[in-house]
């Protein structure tokens, strides 16, 4: 066998034959001058001999191949496939964020949601492929479930245009109708498309054209993934729509890019450059039937076989029910891969919250946490020919990773450390996380914008609070019923506390249960005082990687004309804060661009504030509280609720890069071990099987997601 070994390995085929094999019973050990004398149609002739008679294995030049044209349908179907990746990652991409900002869900309602979505995509392929194999054909199938993909993608576009849909509750009705449209429309259309795309060609003739086919196909794919990964974040933050984040652009666009993909692929239809053909009737039918009839039989007859499959023999047939057999071998090594789909496609989900706890910028340009998901797509063309002629080749000459198997098994296992690394970063991660309020506690944050020292004695709390003028000081303070009255005792250091200020020492305030209070210690006119803030303090960083800010102010109203508000100017953006009925009070909080802000009242520049990604801050405008009938000078103070994200998001590269390799070792290895391993006519089934493994995966993150076993992200 040794004179097949230079061809195989010219056509990057080796594996696929078992040199060893004891099935093959021809002698091949003739001479090397038996071997000078075979011709190319004994060459093809013995290929048949092997079990493979579609394969050729002579000159690529040979005149047989040059007779038939490279079919130009090809094209259409690469940029029709181009179009819909684009349109469904880039979708994708953001749909996490999306559920938490705009729908309002929890994160992990938001994981449910989105995973119970992913696991859909991945069922509904076995429909299309029923559809397509006995009733429509594949182009019907692809055609008329693509107008199902685009109605999907307008819909839940037209969801998110938050001035139309101002009921959340329709607005979630609707989002999940387009998701469920995007679901049958995807996974419809996905077992179909490379199949169509390989009815094209003519075989066996032109079988190494098919292959560059397949190659440039995934190309596609990955090259549709890379760029709406990093174009729909970039219309989701940097396009303001009525206010707000353009979700309803961003999912527009790839509705649109749906929409050329179909007429693409109508061009062609219209050109008549597709070779169609006809449904030939789906297997499954016959594998579900073979499968039923030989438990029927062996539980009603007391007859022994050496396979209990055998019993389907007399209605099926003996070459059915060996590939069967082959069959269920397959999938009993598929009870691995879910477990590795629940971890791969975490990346839209879990990965892109933990990088909105993290820090973006890099330089004057600042990184979107959803947009950290083209790093997949990116490292999937880069390490592909890389795996392809380096690692493998080189461990294949130290006897390493010459099989599919332990490839598979190296992956799973670089998947799991590449959990071990996001748990990891997740550790350092929970030194900027907000604080956490048990039942039985409320929190206060003590503002003291007085010009003097001041020290607080809180009933209920362990220990007295002393704060510097204009200083902040947070307590978690124990309650024993959701609203309940604590008594404050303030001691002032009269010194430095201003004129015409006349102080009290005792005052109440109201503190509720799991709520983050702010208490402002200041002073009304001329008395003092101390206000509880309504509203509380907004503990949560941003989920879209900004920075939350809001105005506290104690301002004379009679002085400050009705219209006034505060205005912060950044490099990038403007906000403004209005001012309530009350003189002392404070506004609700607003996500801002991380900047510098210079902070005005009309025309009137106050100071300066600079808040960072990730943080949430009050900032603080009051009147100067030294010179009581002085209206016009302000002071401007920024106080932390919550830190700023200062852990880098490049810290993801790694656990990014480890699952990118583990995804060529893994899935790669898998899907092509499972097209070489299964007999021909189980072919089709084991890619429906394949994809359906993916749709548990999700199932697995969906189950651990609801039931809630662990109350630490790391863990």
Known sequence: MTMYRPLLEEEGRCEEWDFTSSEYEVDFNESEEDEEIWTTDQLQESTKLLGNDEKTYGDPEQDTEKKAKYPKSVFFIVGNEFCERFSYYGMKAILILYLTNQLRFSDDTSTVIYHVWSMLCYFTPVLGAIIADAWLGRFKTIFYISIIYVLGNTVLSMSAITPMVTDLTLQKVLSFTGLFLIALGTGGIKPCVSAFGGDQFVLPQQERQLSQFFFVFYFSINAGSLLSTFVTPILRDDVSCFGEDCYSLAFGVPAILMLVAVVILLIGYLTRLYKIVPPQGTILKEVSGCIGEALKKKIKSEEKKKHWLDHAK????????????????????????????????????????????????????????????????????????????????????????????????????????????????????????????????????YINSLPCDVNITTLGSEHDIFLKPFGSHADYISVSSKNQDFSLEIKYDFENCGNGISYADSYNVTLMEEIAHVVLVTADGNVSTVVNVDPPNDVEKSEEGLSKLRLLYNIDMD????????????????????????????????????????????????????????????????????????????????????????????????QYFILTASEIMFSITGLEFSFTQAPASMKSVLQAAWLLTV?????????????????????
């Open 559 to 654: 002085a400050v004309p009705l219209e006034s508000t505060v205005t912060i100017s950044g490099s990038v953006k403007d906000y403004t804060f209005d001012f309530g009925n009350l003189s002392i009070s404070g506004t609700d909080f607003q996500e801002v661009e991380p900047d510098s802000y210079e902070v005005h009242i009309g025309d009137q520049q106050l100071g300066e504030i600079e808040v960072k990604i990730g943080g949430v801050y009050n900032f603080l405008v009051q009147q100067d509280l030294t010179d009581p009938d002085s209206n016009e000078v302000y002071t401007v103070t920024l106080y932390q609720v919550t830190p700023p994200n200062s852990v880098h998001m490049l810290w993801l590269i790694p």
């Open 695 to 715: 749709s548990f995966g999700n199932l697995i993150v969906v189950i651990i997601a609801e039931a809630k076993f662990f109350e630490r992200q790391v863990s």
């Open 314 to 445: 007399e209605k099926y047939g003996e070459d059915l029910v060996a590939d069967v057999k082959v069959l269920l071998k397959i999938l009993l090594l598929y009870i691995p891969l879910p477990f590795f789909w629940a971890l791969f496609d975490q990346q839209g989900s879990r990965w892109t919250l933990q990088a909105t706890c993290m820090d973006g910028t890099i330089g004057s340009w600042t990184i979107k946490p959803d947009q950290m998901q083209v790093i997949n797509p990116l490292l999937i063309l880069i390490l592909i020919p890389v795996f392809d002629r380096g690692v493998y080749p080189l461990l294949a000459r130290c006897n390493l990773f010459k099989r599919q198997l332990p490839r598979m098994f190296t992956g799973g296992v670089l998947a799991g450390v590449a959990f071990v690394l996001s748990g990891c970063l997740e550790l350092k991660l929970e030194d900027t996380y907000p604080i956490e309020i048990n039942a039985g506690q409320t929190h206060v944050t």
